[in-house]
C-alpha cells in the first residue's frame, strides 16, 4: 500500500517559512521525495505535522487553512497514483500532480510542447530569434524521446537543465548512432545536429529560460529552475570590421557581370552605413526614410524598452536609396532572405578582393584562428563595420547606442567595438598635455 509522510524543510525563506516535503513510498524500491509547494514556519512543524495555536486569531486560522491544504494534496496524490500507469511514474510525474493540485484550472494546459507553442505564437520576435525558438523546441523533443521520460514544467530541475545541456553538447555523437537514427530520419541533411559550441548550446539554454521567464509572467508556474542553474557566458573573440577603405573597394568594385550581387552589395553598403540589424532591414519601408534620415524602432528592442532609432543617411546611403526608389511595392531595398544575403555576401568579397585575414575564435575549440575575410563575412559585419569605424572617430558609445539601438550601458555594445592601437595612442597622448 502506498504512503505519504511530511518532513520539513531545513531551508527558510524570506517570509520565515519553510517548504512541507513529502515521501511517498510504493514499495521497498519505489521511494519519492517530493516538493509540496506549502510553507510554514518551522515553530509550528512538530512529529511530522502542523501545530495548531490554542489561541483564536489570524495565526490560528492560517494554520488550520494549511493543515487543510496539506491533507488535500496527499489525498490527491494518492489518488493520482492509483490510476496511473505505474511505469511512468516519476519524481517529474510527482510533481506536475504538484502543480495540477494547486492550478487546477490548467490541468488541460500542462503539456509542455502546448505550452511552448503558445509561447512561441504570442511572443513578438525577430525572425532570427524565431528560428532559434523553434530549433531549441525540436532539440528538447528529441531531448524527451531519448531521456525516455516526458518533460513537464514542473519536471524541470536543475538536474534536468544539466541534462539537456550535456545532451546539446554530445547530440551530434547520438545522431550517427543506430539506436536513434529513426528520430533524424526525417530531417534534410543541413537539419541534422552538428557538434555544436559552447556558446550555441549557451543560447539554446537561454531561450528556455526566456521560456520560464513567460511562464511566470502568465502565473502558470512559480518554479525557477534556473535560479540555481548557471547557464554560463557566451565567450567572443576580439571584434573585426571593415575599414572605410575596404568598405568603399566592395561599394566601388565592378560587379556588373553578376548584377544579383551587384544589388546585394548595395544592400550590404548601406547596412554598414546606417548599422541596422539584419531582421530591421529586412522591414525597412519607403517611408522610414524622412527629411534624409531613417527612423525606425528596433524590433528587439520592441518589446521591452521601443525607442526610435534615427540615422542620418550619408551621401553614399542616400545614393542608394534613390537607386531602388522605383522598386515596386513599398520596400525600401530589394533584400532577399537572410541566409543567401550571407552567402552572395562571400561571393562579393572574393570578387572585390577584400580578403584581408582577420584574427577570429573558433566556435568550438575556443582558440584563435586565422581567416580570410571573404570566409566569414556575414550580415552582422555591416553592423560592426558601423559601429567600429564611429567609435574609432568618436569614443561615446551614447552616442553612437542612440544609432543602433543599443539601450544605455549595454553590455552587447562592448563587443562591436575594437579598443584599437590608433586610440590607445590617442588617449596616451593626453599624458604629455
Given at each position: 500500500?502506498a504512503?505519504?509522510?511530511a518532513?520539513?524543510?531545513s531551508r527558510?525563506?524570506?517570509?520565515g517559512?519553510?517548504e512541507i516535503l513529502l515521501?511517498f513510498?510504493g514499495g521497498?524500491?519505489f521511494?519519492?521525495?517530493?516538493?509540496?509547494?506549502?510553507y510554514v514556519r518551522?515553530e509550528?512543524w512538530?512529529?511530522g505535522?502542523v501545530v495548531?495555536?490554542?489561541l483564536a486569531g489570524?495565526e490560528q486560522?492560517e494554520?488550520?487553512?494549511?493543515?487543510?491544504?496539506?491533507?488535500d494534496l496527499?489525498?490527491?496524490l494518492l489518488?493520482?497514483f492509483?490510476?496511473?500507469?505505474?511505469s511512468?511514474?516519476?519524481r517529474e510525474?510527482?510533481a506536475d500532480?504538484?502543480?495540477?493540485?494547486?492550478?487546477?484550472a490548467r490541468?488541460?494546459?500542462v503539456?509542455?510542447f502546448?505550452l511552448?507553442?503558445?509561447?512561441?505564437?504570442t511572443?513578438?520576435v525577430?525572425?532570427?530569434?524565431?528560428?532559434?525558438?523553434?530549433?531549441?523546441?525540436?532539440?528538447?523533443?528529441?531531448f524527451e524521446?531519448?531521456?525516455?521520460?516526458k518533460?513537464t514544467?514542473?519536471?524541470?530541475?536543475?538536474?534536468?537543465?544539466?541534462?539537456?545541456r550535456?545532451?546539446?553538447g554530445?547530440?551530434?555523437?547520438?545522431?550517427?548512432?543506430?539506436?536513434?537514427?529513426d528520430?533524424?530520419?526525417?530531417m534534410d541533411r543541413?537539419?541534422?545536429?552538428?557538434?555544436?559550441s559552447?556558446?550555441?548550446?549557451i543560447e539554446?539554454?537561454?531561450?528556455?529560460?526566456t521560456?520560464?521567464?513567460w511562464?511566470?509572467?502568465?502565473?502558470i508556474?512559480?518554479?525557477?529552475?534556473?535560479?540555481?542553474?548557471?547557464?554560463g557566458?557566451?565567450?567572443?573573440?576580439?571584434p573585426?570590421?571593415l575599414?572605410i577603405?575596404?568598405?568603399?573597394?566592395?561599394?566601388n568594385?565592378?560587379?556588373?557581370?553578376?548584377?544579383r550581387?551587384?544589388?546585394?552589395?548595395?544592400?550590404?553598403?548601406?547596412q554598414?552605413?546606417?548599422g541596422?540589424r539584419v531582421?530591421d532591414l529586412?522591414r525597412f519601408k519607403k517611408g522610414?526614410?524622412?527629411d534624409?534620415?531613417l527612423?525606425y524602432i528596433p524590433?528587439k528592442t520592441?518589446?521591452?524598452h521601443p525607442v526610435?532609432?534615427r540615422?542620418?543617411?550619408?551621401?553614399?546611403?542616400?545614393?542608394?536609396?534613390?537607386?531602388y526608389?522605383?522598386?515596386?511595392?513599398?520596400?525600401?531595398l530589394?533584400?532577399?532572405s537572410s541566409?543567401?544575403?550571407?552567402?552572395?555576401?562571400?561571393?562579393?568579397?572574393?570578387?572585390?578582393?577584400?580578403?584581408?585575414v582577420?584574427t577570429?575564435l573558433?566556435?568550438l575549440?575556443?582558440?584563435q584562428?586565422k581567416?580570410p575575410?571573404?570566409?566569414?563575412a556575414?550580415?552582422?559585419?555591416a553592423r560592426?563595420?558601423f559601429?567600429g569605424?564611429?567609435?574609432?572617430?568618436v569614443?561615446?558609445?551614447?552616442?553612437i547606442?542612440s544609432?543602433?539601438g543599443?539601450?544605455?550601458?549595454?553590455r552587447?555594445f562592448?563587443r562591436?567595438r575594437?579598443i584599437?592601437d590608433?586610440?590607445?595612442?590617442?588617449v596616451?597622448?593626453l599624458?604629455?598635455?
Amino acid at each position: 500500500m502506498a504512503t505519504i509522510s511530511a518532513s520539513l524543510s531545513s531551508r527558510v525563506d524570506a517570509r520565515g517559512k519553510s517548504e512541507i516535503l513529502l515521501r511517498f513510498v510504493g514499495g521497498r524500491d519505489f521511494i519519492i521525495r517530493i516538493k509540496s509547494g506549502i510553507y510554514v514556519r518551522p515553530e509550528r512543524w512538530k512529529d511530522g505535522a502542523v501545530v495548531i495555536p490554542r489561541l483564536a486569531g489570524e495565526e490560528q486560522r492560517e494554520l488550520k487553512a494549511t493543515k487543510a491544504q496539506l491533507e488535500d494534496l496527499v489525498s490527491f496524490l494518492l489518488d493520482e497514483f492509483a490510476g496511473a500507469d505505474k511505469s511512468v511514474v516519476s519524481r517529474e510525474w510527482f510533481a506536475d500532480a504538484v502543480d495540477k493540485f494547486h492550478h487546477p484550472a490548467r490541468i488541460g494546459k500542462v503539456d509542455f510542447f502546448s505550452l511552448w507553442d503558445e509561447f512561441d505564437r504570442t511572443k513578438d520576435v525577430s525572425v532570427p530569434r524565431r528560428k532559434r525558438f523553434r530549433v531549441t523546441r525540436e532539440a528538447l523533443r528529441r531531448f524527451e524521446v531519448i531521456r525516455g521520460r516526458k518533460l513537464t514544467v514542473a519536471g524541470v530541475t536543475p538536474e534536468v537543465l544539466e541534462e539537456f545541456r550535456s545532451f546539446l553538447g554530445k547530440e551530434h555523437e547520438l545522431a550517427a548512432r543506430p539506436e536513434w537514427r529513426d528520430i533524424y530520419k526525417g530531417m534534410d541533411r543541413k537539419s541534422i545536429p552538428g557538434e555544436r559550441s559552447k556558446n550555441t548550446v549557451i543560447e539554446y539554454l537561454a531561450v528556455l529560460r526566456t521560456f520560464f521567464h513567460w511562464l511566470r509572467a502568465r502565473k502558470i508556474t512559480d518554479a525557477d529552475p534556473f535560479a540555481r542553474f548557471k547557464i554560463g557566458a557566451c565567450v567572443y573573440g576580439t571584434p573585426y570590421y571593415l575599414t572605410i577603405e575596404e568598405r568603399d573597394a566592395l561599394y566601388n568594385a565592378d560587379l556588373s557581370g553578376d548584377p544579383r550581387l551587384s544589388v546585394q552589395r548595395d544592400i550590404f553598403v548601406f547596412q554598414c552605413l546606417v548599422g541596422c540589424r539584419v531582421g530591421d532591414l529586412m522591414r525597412f519601408k519607403k517611408g522610414d526614410v524622412v527629411d534624409g534620415v531613417l527612423s525606425y524602432i528596433p524590433r528587439k528592442t520592441k518589446d521591452g524598452h521601443p525607442v526610435v532609432v534615427r540615422v542620418p543617411l550619408t551621401e553614399t546611403a542616400a545614393e542608394i536609396v534613390r537607386r531602388y526608389s522605383t522598386l515596386r511595392g513599398d520596400k525600401l531595398l530589394p533584400f532577399i532572405s537572410s541566409q543567401k544575403y550571407d552567402d552572395a555576401l562571400k561571393d562579393i568579397f572574393k570578387a572585390a578582393g577584400v580578403m584581408r585575414v582577420v584574427t577570429v575564435l573558433d566556435p568550438l575549440t575556443r582558440e584563435q584562428v586565422k581567416r580570410p575575410l571573404n570566409e566569414i563575412a556575414s550580415s552582422h559585419l555591416a553592423r560592426r563595420t558601423f559601429i567600429g569605424n564611429l567609435y574609432k572617430q568618436v569614443q561615446d558609445p551614447s552616442l553612437i547606442g542612440s544609432m543602433t539601438g543599443h539601450v544605455e550601458g549595454s553590455r552587447a555594445f562592448a563587443r562591436y567595438r575594437s579598443i584599437d592601437d590608433d586610440i590607445k595612442a590617442d588617449v596616451v597622448k593626453l599624458l604629455e598635455k
